[in-house]
């Protein structure tokens, strides 16, 4: 689609640092799930800078997408994000991206996720209605979207618990070598740090998984 104007019409915050955005642009975008899009840092600064956010919604042709962006002291694009008021317009420009979602897949699913890294994943979700989903966040106070997945196979896990967390404890890097899985008939996407993915794929690769049925996405 190349260069366009988007305006900003839902604004939520959806954590004490994460933020919804839903922006309006001209009928007919088009885009596949689990692509970015490129927002220009408009904050009178120089250099002109721009930055890369996933789109959380799926895939398709809509004149409405969703981005969720985590607000950073010295984050330039999400500060500037943060500003905005409702109805402010924006340039974009893409879809961009190869972390895409197969529309057939023959296999099961499952996708593998921290912090906001859940932002490809879940227009990869909104897609399939269904899967196994492994999600890793720090503190419960980071926690959004659960009641999303109430019919997924969610195992959401937190690294440093509270005292009163009865959940999963624990990286996602430890939580899935103990879940029972068939892995001759998955496939695997996941999106956050480069150490996670980095050691997951060593982890799927290592018990048989085929390379093609690893998709990541370094966030």
């Not at 969720?68 to 974009?92: H, N, T």
């Not at 529309?103 to 990869?124: C, D, R, S």
């Not at 624990?170 to 496939?187: C, H, L, Q, S, Y």
Request: charged content about 25%; hydrophobic content about 40%.
């Amino acid at each position: 689609m190349g260069n366009f104007k988007g305006k900003l019409v839902v604004k939520k915050e959806l954590t004490y640092d994460v933020i919804q955005f839903d922006i309006e642009v001209e009928p007919g975008f088009q885009h596949k799930s689990g692509q970015f899009i490129m927002v220009d840092v408009l904050d009178g600064k120089e250099p002109k800078a721009r930055r890369a956010y996933s789109i959380t919604t799926r895939g398709g042709v809509d004149n409405k997408f969703s981005l969720i962006v985590k607000i950073l002291p010295d984050g330039r694009g999400s500060r500037f994000l943060a500003g905005l008021d409702v109805g402010a317009e924006l340039s974009l420009s893409g879809p961009f991206g190869h972390f895409v979602f197969d529309e057939n897949p023959k296999k099961n699913i499952v996708f593998i996720a921290t912090g906001t890294g859940i932002a490809p994943i879940n227009a990869m979700i909104e897609e399939n209605k269904g899967g196994t989903l492994f999600w890793g966040l720090r503190h419960a106070k980071d926690i959004f979207w659960a009641e999303k997945y109430k019919d997924l196979d969610l195992k959401l896990t937190l690294s440093k618990p509270e005292g009163d967390w009865t959940g999963l404890v624990g990286r996602v890097t430890e939580i899935v070598p103990k879940t029972a899985m068939d892995f001759e008939n998955i496939r695997v996407y996941m999106c956050g740090n480069k150490s996670m993915t980095d050691e997951m794929k060593q982890y799927l690769l290592a018990n048989g998984v085929p390379p093609e049925d690893i998709k990541f996405e370094i966030f």
